[in-house]
Every structure is written in structure tokens, then in C-alpha cells.
């Protein structure tokens, strides 16, 4: 059987609500068919980037240096990949979609978290700002260019537009960015993943004990199963909420107004914990002061490559012909949180 046929095969096990394994909006560029289908030969192009490694040394939460022990922003992405694909197996959605969008959701995420983000955006404000999705895309689309004369990754659309919110301007074709199911299982399955991961690096650290968790609603139900342990806690936490999210969206597959969704009543939940979790850890002075030391070495190492630019960021300024303000952000946002420090190091 070959591969269109394998395809079609595929597609009769889908939802009719699923995006089919050809996909319908294609790529920059049209390319031949290889033996993988198109949505699994994106994931293998995402997963070769630079960028893609260099989560590995980016914050998501703790700042590496505190701790090797918790997410980072490489760690979050997988298991964000894994629950989103539970979920589109579950409804019968393109798993191979729904995974190329989750491994490449966070890719374009600088150093030190949304700290870093902050910082980059306030440096670029009289140049378009710096945006963690909008950089995501500049990534997929122009920066990461392994095709010798072309530029970008060329994956399919229905991938980069899962990386742009929903209702935006397609920067590359002016349409209007509509985002696929798979899309959407991503995007709630991403809001689902960091509030259980982060209860049990919230717990692992110290910044906060298991017995304020019973605070909320979602941790005390979840620990009066699975007891105070960190781990088990994340895994009633991703357990509870993903159930809810299945059933929810499933209602809503067989109308013809399909959503991902959950109850109403287990959002609210959702947002009492993130509320939880934003007032005792994400703000937290220890986890802060660490990251502000990043956000100063960012602003520090930018100025130095906009007044004197080292050869990467003269590169990207040529090939992208862009700003050097640009450029010298697109180098810092490649890097890890390490590479950073080190770079700013020589200069401080
Ligand atoms: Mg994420």
C-alpha cells in the first residue's frame, strides 16, 4: 500500500470533525510525498531544529540554577505532547497534527521564561515588540532554514497557524488564522499540563506545603484520593481535568458545532488553582529574584550586540534583512538560560 493509500485508510478512523491526514491548507512550498504522512514528517523537521534542543536549557518556571530537578521548558513541552495526544486519540482527532503543533507550541520562548519575554518586548517596543507565539512562527517560517534557497521549515499550515492565536493576520499569507481542533486540544491541554506539573514543582521546592493546596477546591478533592505526595498529586490533578476534558468535548463531537472544552464547573476549578498558583509561587521572591537577575543580563547583552554585533546577529540581519534591534533579540531568544549567563558574562 502506498502512502496516499495508507492515508486514506487513516482517515476513515478519524472523526469527520478531524483534520485528514493530507491536510487542507499545504505547505509554502509544494513538496513531493515521502513515505511518512505530511503532519509526521513536520514533527521530524520541528524536532531537528536548534531551537527545538535548546528548550532543554530554558526556564519554565524555576530557573535551572535553583534546582535540576524541575520542568524546564523542553520537559513542559512533552508533556503537554503527550496529554494533547491522549486527548485527540481519545475524540478521534489527527494525533500526528496534534503532536507536531505540541512539541512546537513553546519553541519560540527566549531565555528566563516570560521574564525574558517581558524584557525583549520593552527593548523591541519602536520595533513591533518581542512576543513568545509571534517568535514561534518567525522561527518555523524564516529563521530555522535547513533547505538550502528556501526559508523556514515549510510545514504545513495548519501547524503554523496553530502557533499564532486564533483571529490573527497570517503574517505570511495576509488570511485570517483559524485554528483546527487539534489545535484547540493543544492549547487546553497546555493550560491543563502547567497548573498539575507546577503544583508538584510548587511543592517539590518548598514555596508552598501540600496542606495549602487543600485551598482549592481541585487539590483538596484530588489529595483526599491520592494522599500529599508531589508526584501523585500531579498525576489526580492531569487525571480529573483531562477526564472532564474528554467528556465535554466529546458531547460536542457529535453536533455540528464541535469544541474542545471542559465543564463549567471544572474550568472554574482550573482557574482557582492557577489563581493559587499565580499568588504563591509563580510570583514567589525566590523564584523572582532569579529570574530579574536573567531579565538584567538580556538588557545587558543586548545593548552590547546592538552597538557591537558579533557575527551571528550581522548574519541574521543579513539573510532576514531586518533590524539590528531584531536580529540581536532573534540571537539572545536562541539561546538557553546558561548560554546567556555566559555570554553576559563576558561582557558584565
Ligand atoms: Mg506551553
Same mark, same amino acid.
Given at each position: 500500500m502506498n502512502v496516499r493509500e495508507r492515508m486514506s485508510r487513516a482517515n476513515e478512523l478519524l472523526s469527520p470533525h478531524a483534520t485528514p491526514h493530507e491536510g487542507v491548507l499545504g505547505r509554502v512550498f509544494p513538496e513531493e510525498l515521502d513515505e511518512r504522512f505530511p503532519f509526521e514528517r513536520d514533527r521530524d523537521r520541528i524536532l531537528e531544529t536548534d531551537s527545538f534542543r535548546s528548550m532543554a536549557g530554558k526556564t519554565q518556571v524555576f530557573v535551572k540554577r535553583i534546582a535540576e530537578d524541575y520542568r524546564n521548558r523542553l520537559t513542559h513541552t512533552l508533556e503537554v505532547t503527550a496529554a494533547a495526544r491522549g486527548i485527540a486519540r481519545a475524540l478521534?482527532?489527527? *494525533?500526528? /497534527?496534534? *503532536?507536531?503543533?505540541? $512539541?512546537?507550541? #513553546?519553541?519560540g520562548h527566549p531565555p528566563f521564561g516570560h521574564q525574558g519575554e517581558e524584557v525583549l518586548n520593552e527593548l523591541l517596543r519602536a520595533h513591533g515588540g518581542f512576543n513568545h507565539n509571534? !517568535?514561534?512562527?518567525? $522561527?518555523?517560517?524564516?529563521? *530555522?532554514?535547513?533547505? @538550502?534557497?528556501? !526559508?523556514?521549515l515549510n510545514l504545513n499550515r495548519e501547524i503554523t497557524n496553530g502557533m499564532l492565536k486564533n483571529? /490573527?493576520? #497570517?503574517?505570511?499569507?495576509?488570511?485570517?488564522?483559524?485554528?483546527? $481542533?487539534? =489545535?484547540?486540544?493543544? #492549547?487546553?491541554c497546555d493550560r491543563v499540563a502547567y497548573v498539575a506539573h507546577d503544583a508538584q514543582d510548587g511543592l517539590i521546592s518548598g514555596v508552598f506545603a501540600a496542606d495549602r493546596l487543600r485551598e482549592t477546591a481541585?487539590?483538596?478533592d484530588v489529595m483526599e484520593r491520592v494522599g500529599t505526595e508531589a508526584r501523585a498529586i500531579r498525576a489526580g490533578l492531569l487525571r480529573v481535568l483531562l477526564a472532564d &476534558?474528554?467528556?465535554?468535548s466529546a458531547a460536542t463531537l457529535e453536533t455540528d458545532a464541535p469544541r474542545i472544552? &471542559?465543564?463549567? =464547573?471544572?474550568? @472554574?476549578?482550573?482557574? %482557582?488553582?492557577?489563581?493559587? /498558583?499565580? @499568588?504563591? &509561587?509563580?510570583?514567589?521572591p525566590m523564584v523572582h529574584a532569579k529570574r530579574k537577575e536573567g531579565q538584567e543580563m538580556i538588557e545587558l547583552l543586548f545593548h552590547a550586540y546592538v552597538a557591537h554585533p558579533? %557575527? %551571528?546577529v550581522l548574519a541574521l540581519e543579513q539573510r532576514l534583512h531586518c533590524s539590528r534591534e531584531r536580529a540581536a533579540a532573534d540571537h539572545i531568544g536562541s539561546m538557553s #538560560?546558561? $548560554?546567556? /549567563? !555566559?555570554? @553576559?558574562g563576558k561582557i558584565a
Open positions: 478521534k482527532l489527527n *494525533e500526528d /497534527l496534534t *503532536e507536531a503543533i505540541a $512539541l512546537v507550541h #513553546d519553541i509571534v !517568535q514561534g512562527y518567525r $522561527l518555523v517560517t524564516r529563521i *530555522e532554514s535547513p533547505y @538550502a534557497g528556501k !526559508q523556514g483571529g /490573527l493576520k #497570517d503574517p505570511m499569507t495576509g488570511g485570517t488564522v483559524t485554528h483546527t $481542533l487539534e =489545535a484547540n486540544v493543544v #492549547d487546553a481541585l487539590g483538596r &476534558m474528554h467528556h465535554a472544552t &471542559m465543564t463549567d =464547573a471544572m474550568a @472554574a476549578r482550573r482557574e %482557582e488553582l492557577y489563581a493559587f /498558583l499565580k @499568588a504563591n &509561587m509563580y510570583g514567589n558579533p %557575527e %551571528e #538560560d546558561y $548560554l546567556l /549567563l !555566559q555570554e @553576559a
